[in-house]
């Protein structure tokens, strides 16, 4: 079989490829595929908490700021 041409590199893959830390790639790829589907499942486990950690405390200062603005109107 005879060696095709290599086409020239995408210029827009050469310019994303520069900011990809290909070695945190290689060692997810040593992983089983069991192992990878259980650190994506803990990342998404993760951001769900950070998720309603976030509405929660959204919710804290809601309550806050209305009655501080109840207080105030009241005095």
């Known amino acids: 079989m005879q060696d095709l041409p290599r086409p020239d590199p995408d210029p827009v893959v050469q310019a994303y490829k520069k900011d990809i830390d290909r ?4 060692e997810n790829l040593k992983l ?3 192992e990878r589907f259980r650190k994506a499942m803990a ?3 993760f951001a769900e908490e950070l998720r309603r950690a976030g509405r929660e405390a959204r919710q804290r200062r ?3 700021f209305r009655r501080a603005a109840d207080d105030a109107l009241a005095a």
């Open 43 to 45: 990342l998404a486990q």
């Open 32 to 34: 089983t595929v069991e």
């Open 62 to 64: 809601g309550d806050g």
């Open 23 to 26: 070695t945190l790639i290689r």
